[in-house]
């Protein structure tokens, strides 16, 4: 059995992204001019009318900041507010899974620059996420292939399954999104966590699983001594 979990508001509170920016424009790396489309991508969203080439748009105005800028900041983001809202249920999930030797990975349509502290903390390994262009290691303002979003996710998950040897029956799939409504229909199991109101309907016309994730590990060590994460809290 593989778990594959979105990140979103499956595994964390809210998005990676809005605690990435948070922290960037905190420091001066990006400023609100250079995002403030998001917002209104954010309702699309919302509304169930994304936009599904938002986040190559998005991308565009952050050309030439250095790599290393970048991923101090992940890191930076990470334990001053990430960590500490993850959701329990979902640390609690993926730390039994690895316990019993069965393999976890993040599909997420977040960059992976963003998500690879999550990923070290759990000692998770080879997700599938966006990846930022980077040329003389700065930003190009361009996304490697496309954004992993919607069917896009779908289709990179089932290139991943093949490529490791999996059946897709063998997968079950966490999210929190009407858009991976593809990639939950595609997996052997699906799991609504925290599900939206358009997912939240499919998934009781469908019978799947959902669950409700509310309590964050904040500033808890209540897996400090896990040998599944990081030794820090």
């Not at 993926?94 to 976890?104: D, Q």
């Not at 990923?119 to 996304?143: H, P, Q, R, W």
Request: charged residues 30%.
């Amino acid at each position: 059995m593989i778990h594959i979990f979105d990140v979103d508001n499956t595994i964390i509170k809210k998005t990676s992204a809005w605690y990435f920016l948070r922290e960037a424009l905190s420091k001066g790396v990006i400023r609100f001019s250079r995002i403030k489309g998001l917002p209104f991508d954010w309702l699309k969203y919302k509304l169930g009318k994304p936009n599904i080439d938002f986040i190559e748009e998005a991308v565009k105005p952050i050309a030439g900041i250095e790599k290393g800028v970048l991923e101090e900041i992940a890191r930076s983001s990470f334990q001053k507010a990430m960590k500490g809202n993850i959701y329990t249920e979902a640390a609690r999930l993926i730390n039994e899974a690895m316990e019993r030797g069965e393999k976890v990975i993040f599909a997420t349509s977040s960059f992976y620059t963003i998500i690879k502290p999550l990923e070290s903390f759990f000692g998770v390994e080879n997700s599938v996420a966006s990846e930022l262009e980077f040329s003389d290691n700065k930003t190009t303002g361009k996304i490697v292939g496309k954004s992993i979003f919607g069917d896009r996710k779908k289709i990179e998950v089932e290139a991943w399954l093949l490529k490791n040897g999996v059946s897709p029956r063998e997968a079950c799939f966490y999210s929190d999104s009407y858009t991976d409504l593809p990639l939950l229909e595609f997996c052997g199991k699906a799991v609504a966590v925290n599900p939206d109101r358009f997912l939240a309907r499919e998934a009781k016309k469908r019978g799947w699983e959902i669950k409700r994730f509310a309590k964050t590990l904040g500033n808890s060590s209540f897996f400090q001594n896990s040998v599944s994460f990081e030794k820090s809290s």
